[in-house]
């Protein structure tokens, strides 16, 4: 039986923005028995491919074939005034440049989860630039590093293990050359294993990051605490990045989605900023999804904007807020909603979500979820970095090139290739 | 069946075979031009319209997560420019920095054909690949950076050419590009420590190797290899005032480097515009002394002919800043006050201290900036060569490439000067010769510097930038007659025609007609793939898997572009550099 065991090494693990591409996948037969380097979720993801699929497409709640999704899909996009596409950032670049294709075409809303998760960093960034981070880079170079408002061992496993405490050229005893700190409302898994943490008062981090400005510019402040830090050591941590030589900070959803949000973002940019006047400084957002990065990438190059498109006027605008899926589905505006590898109904608010099962939903994504229940069609897809190759993007912007290692289910294939045949159909329906 | 397609009458500008002007027949077949066709060959008559090889932009960012990071911080610069779809063609923004379709259809609708992004980092090569499968219509090449490289450091300290060149050869092959681009040699690195270089002879943190050893190094390991294209160079110092200096410091610094073959330029100065500030007599170096280096600048041009060069013309309004020199951006956000967007994004490995991104306006009301706008301008009319020149803005560095035709203006119209030295600062007329200068390019000029030049200068004067038989039938037509029309006098004229050409043929299909693009034509992608003998290629193999594997944070055999997102696009050139030792 061993004569059948296929060894894939260096595949990149479709699971979060680490995309750590040092997996070596075993694959007996059609079975995968064996994820090596991978994380408890990087196992789990790979060893467990096969649970809870979607197995054959469904319209109203009833097998059916392929074919009669697609029919049923494209009757629902050519009857809706007002479609939303949204999700994207658990498939591979292709997939998100069919979406935006099809977006174009049916004159819709397309929208990635970044709307629900790093959307503030991306205004923030708006406001400020961004002095961005790369992997390697921290690896070979950085003696600080902070995260904020993150917790890496619960959410990015290897982050710390596999990019951070490893040595890298300048950097010889990663536990002894290079500290890590944590900014936190609470203590984590992550706290346990930083060199110092920092608990700050809930909703304060923007107090917090204008004090640390302030403290960096050498102001001197007339208060004792802020956010629940004393002052001294706001001084201290002033005084560590400012003498830091290569600082990172990594910040997570605590920072972007608690109170002051794009603005949290805003001035933790600046702070950054200011410390690159003294000394080196970068920044990285901990991206969820493994290809959130990539679907920030594509719908860029292909509309202009990162997210929240309008196609409406034929052309790509952009307005968070109005174009963003939350928004569109809280106010009722959208008609019809195609919703491909995201599970907006487990995570949207209880407005968007109300919205959501009032109208017509086509669901595309490999296994059964919370939004599959609420969907008039359901497609199933061939996951993406298992059962198809394609391309994604790490959290610092690194293109990999995804690997298939095992075959989909029969008759399942990839999100590309459903948009695509949506797309021809639904072409021939306009024609019409 | 072969279909043939005969442009009859145009009146034709191909300098490269010397027509300048003369009303003939072009005879197009499967994409290239060939002698003639069958009289029952397709026909066009194109009396009284001129006619041009497709234009070849050798230095436009077009690609890359640079102009990505562009876009996505600053929305507002392409809100107001949208650009629809239409049954043929898909939709975008045109703005300062346009989505990638509509950079492909605006260039066609310029009558360009060939665009080459001048800065790729390798290691984010895939992504390169991916985003030209949305840009149409052209033919592209990516120029990789090699100059503050982590690898490139360690054979160049080692003193060891041959492994240089190899690690060249070798990311050529892997990522599919066409030649060699340098940035602010050892600049970018040390912005890794938050410092810069400045003088050849700089010390460069952790490493005993300076500016000048990168540079020369590296325009070697160029020449030994035999790449059609030069070494394309940004140097140290970009956009200092008095960097005149060091530029020709440099420039003098790379003779030693001594051309193989044909060609005698072993150097391609880019963007000159920005690297040839001058400063008034007895001046110090800062923006408020800045005067035009351009004739100082074309007095060695015209001397040293070791090197082409292009202007990177700044053209007034906004524009995106954006370039591999980490430092260099981050000293433009400083004279802001802090106050402009900076974006800096390190490349792992390859660029540590990172490329930099900083929106920036050029008021025609700034002395600095007025004084910057005519250094190019007075250089360009003041030499004698233009085929070492092209016309450049560095896209969207000095202004979009949309701009092209105002800079053609300006160069073919005193007219056009003279409205223009009126409306920018006095300085312009008070620290340069430009008010002077009566020089007015012709067409001929024109074709030249905006065609044959740069596909001379790019090694690719076989298929681009003629019209002769075997070339690639990518061609230009405008709807004017340049027997009745009087352009220099009529600058509108020129901004009406140049903008919009009447039809733009692409490997001899019709891509646009008066502006409007209505064939989507995949791009393709012209690359050098050196061969190396089989010793330097087993050790180049293994030298890279040990550096890769500790350097980087990623797999070695996930380094190279796969094969699936490049084989149908790729054209590669095999070129022998089997001589290159072991």
């Not at chain 2, 200092?240 to 150097?267: F, H, S, W």
């Not at chain 2, 008010?435 to 024109?446: A, H, P, Q």
């Not at chain 2, 293994?542 to 550096?547: D, G």
Request: aromatic residues 8%.
């Amino acid at each position: 039986m061993t004569e059948d065991i296929t060894i894939h090494k260096d595949v990149p693990c479709t699971f979060c923005g680490c995309l750590c591409d040092d997996i070596v996948v075993e694959v007996d037969g059609n079975h995968i028995i064996k994820n090596t380097n991978g994380c408890a979720i990087s196992k789990e993801r790979f060893l467990g491919h096969t649970e809870n699929r979607c197995q054959q497409p469904t319209v109203d709640g009833k097998t059916t074939t392929l074919e009669k999704s697609i029919e049923r899909a494209v009757k629902i996009i050519a009857s809706s005034k007002r479609l939303l596409i949204y999700g994207l950032s658990s498939t591979e670049n292709d997939a998100q440049r069919e979406a935006y294709r099809l977006a174009e075409l049916a004159r819709a809303v397309v929208d990635n989860t970044t709307s629900v998760c790093h959307g503030p960093t991306i205004l923030g960034a708006q406001e400020s630039g961004e002095p961005t981070a790369g992997l390697a880079e921290v690896r070979n170079r950085s003696d600080l590093v902070i995260y904020w408002g993150a917790n890496p061992a619960a959410a990015h496993p290897r982050h710390i293990p596999h990019y951070i405490r490893q040595p890298g050229e300048y950097i010889h005893d990663p536990k002894q050359d290079r500290k890590i700190w944590l900014v936190d409302i609470r203590a984590t898994t992550t706290s346990r294993m930083a060199d110092r943490f920092f608990r700050i008062e809930p909703g304060t981090d923007l107090d917090v990051l204008q004090t640390l400005r302030a403290l960096i510019r050498g102001h001197k402040l007339d208060v004792e605490e802020v956010g629940g830090v004393n002052i001294v050591e706001l001084e201290e941590i002033a005084t560590a990045m400012k003498s830091a030589k290569y600082g990172v900070l990594f910040f997570g959803l605590g920072l972007t989605q608690s109170r002051g949000r794009h603005r949290n973002i805003d001035a933790a940019i600046r702070l950054i900023q200011d410390l690159n006047a003294y000394t080196k400084w970068n920044m990285l957002p901990m991206r969820g999804h493994y290809n959130v990065s990539g679907a920030n990438k594509t719908s860029t190059w292909v509309t202009g904007y990162p997210y929240a498109v309008d196609f409406a006027r034929g052309y790509p605008r952009y307005q968070p807020g109005e174009y963003t899926a939350v928004d569109m589905l809280a106010r009722g505006e959208a008609d019809a909603l195609l919703n491909i590898a995201a599970d907006p109904v487990a995570h949207f608010p209880r407005a968007s979500v109300a919205h959501i099962k009032k109208i017509p939903v086509i669901n595309i994504d490999p296994k059964i979820n919370m939004t599959s229940t609420a969907a008039e069609v359901n497609i199933p897809a061939a996951i993406a970095g298992i059962e198809c190759d394609g391309a994604a993007t790490r959290m610092d912007g690194l293109p990999l090139y995804l690997r298939k290692v095992i075959e989909p289910p029969k008759g399942v294939i990839p999100d590309r290739d459903i948009l695509r045949m949506i797309i021809n159909s639904l072409k021939k329906e306009m024609k019409k | 069946m072969t279909e043939y397609l005969v442009l009859k009458n145009g009146t034709v500008f191909d300098p490269m075979n010397g027509i300048d002007g003369e009303v003939m027949d072009i005879c197009i077949s499967d994409g290239k031009i060939v002698e003639k066709g069958p009289s029952n060959a397709k026909v066009i008559d194109l009396k009284g319209s001129a006619v041009m090889p497709g234009g070849v932009d050798p230095h436009s960012h077009i690609i890359g997560s640079k102009l990505n990071v562009g876009r996505l911080t600053s929305p507002e610069s392409n809100r107001h420019y949208p650009y629809p779809a239409t049954n043929k063609t898909r939709s975008g923004v045109a703005g300062i920095i346009p989505s990638s379709f509509a950079t492909g259809y605006l260039y066609n609708a310029m009558g360009y054909t060939t665009v080459i992004e001048p800065a790729l980092p390798s290691v984010k090569a895939l992504g390169a690949w991916e985003e030209i499968e949305d840009i149409p219509g052209l033919d592209i090449g990516l120029l990789p950076m090699f100059s503050n490289s982590m690898i490139s450091f360690k054979y160049i300290q080692d003193d060891d050419l041959s492994g240089l060149a190899a690690y060249i050869a070798w990311t050529l092959k892997s990522v599919g590009g066409l030649g060699v681009k340098v940035v602010n040699p050892g600049g970018t690195y040390a912005w890794a420590y938050g410092k810069n270089v400045c003088g050849l002879e700089d010390a460069i943190p952790e490493w005993d190797i300076t500016p000048r050893m990168i540079m020369t190094s590296i325009s070697n390991a160029v020449a030994e290899l035999g790449l059609p294209h030069q070494m394309h160079f940004h140097p140290t110092n970009l956009g200092k005032p008095g960097n005149i200096e060091t530029t020709m410091q440099q420039l003098d610094a790379l003779k030693v480097t001594k051309a193989k073959g044909k060609k005698k330029q072993t150097v391609h100065l880019t963007h000159m515009g920005f690297d040839c500030l001058s400063v008034v007599d007895g001046g110090m170096a800062n923006w408020k002394d800045v005067a035009s280096g351009g004739l100082r600048f074309a007095e060695y041009y015209n001397k040293n002919e070791h090197f082409s060069t292009d202007l990177g013309q700044i053209t007034f309004g906004p524009s995106m800043t954006m370039t591999g020199d980490g430092p260099f951006q981050h000293s433009l956000y400083q004279m802001s006050g802090g106050k402009a967007k900076w974006s800096n994004l390190p490349v792992d490995v390859e660029l540590p201290g990172g490329a930099g991104i900083v929106p920036f306006t050029f008021e025609p009301k700034s002395p600095a900036n007025a004084v910057q706008w005519t250094g190019p301008l007075e250089f360009a009319l003041s030499i004698k060569d233009l085929w070492r020149l092209f016309l450049s803005t560095d896209h969207p560095n000095g202004g979009p490439f949309l701009k092209y035709p105002l800079l053609i203006s300006w160069l073919m119209s005193k007219k056009q000067r003279e409205t223009w030295l009126e409306m920018v600062h006095k300085y312009a007329i008070e620290r340069s010769t430009l008010s002077e200068i009566e020089r007015e390019y012709t067409l001929n000029e024109i074709a030249i510097t905006t065609r044959a030049a740069p596909a001379k200068i790019l090694g690719m004067e076989k298929t681009k930038g003629h019209l002769g038989i075997g070339a690639d039938a990518d061609i230009a037509v405008y709807d004017f007659n340049p027997e009745k029309t009087d352009l220099a006098k009529n600058p509108d004229l020129i901004l009406k025609y140049f903008t919009q050409t009447k039809f733009t043929f692409k490997g001899g299909q019709q891509v646009s007609k008066k502006g409007v693009v209505a064939k989507h034509l995949s791009s393709r992608v012209h690359s050098i793939h050196p061969e190396l003998n089989e010793d330097l290629s087993q050790r180049i193999d293994r030298e890279l898997e040990e550096m890769m594997g500790k350097w980087f944070s990623h797999s070695f055999s996930n380094y190279p572009v796969p094969m699936r997102y490049r084989e149908h696009l790729e054209m590669p050139k095999i070129i022998d550099s089997t001589s290159v030792q072991a």
